[in-house]
């Protein structure tokens, strides 16, 4: 499975993005995928996953503010970020699983005014 991830940038407070991550290879083995991040200095940390099944959660502090979602016609995950804040700063992981992790490179998210 190979994993590729776009849409990260320079964001204002308060601001939005929208991330994508194009999945390809072994796709119909996906049991989930999800985005993960890490900050300087930081662990990466879970930001949100979504099951084949459609079952999503998140990191308690992404709750109300980011969506997972997916398109499975086009093979790719979403995450819509609203309300970001200085600490979303990071850069963002596209991770997908089967009976092995497997993972993207990351698009560097900048929130700063």
């Known amino acids: 499975v190979q994993l590729q991830a776009s849409g990260g940038g320079l964001v204002q407070p308060g601001g939005s993005l929208r991330l994508s991550c194009a999945a390809s290879?072994?796709?119909?083995?996906?049991?989930?995928m999800g985005w993960y991040r890490q900050a300087p200095g930081k662990e990466r940390e879970l930001v949100a996953r979504?099951?084949?099944?459609?079952?999503?959660n998140y990191a308690d502090s992404m709750k109300g503010r980011f969506t997972i979602s997916r398109d499975n016609a086009k093979n790719t995950l979403y995450l819509q970020m609203n309300s970001l804040k200085p600490e979303d700063t990071a850069v963002y992981y596209c991770?997908?699983?089967?009976?092995?992790?497997?993972w993207g490179k990351g698009t560097l998210v900048t929130v700063s005014s």
């Open positions: 290879g072994r796709i119909f083995s996906i049991n989930g």
């Open positions: 979504i099951t084949s099944g459609g079952s999503t």
């Open positions: 991770n997908a699983w089967d009976y092995m992790n497997y």
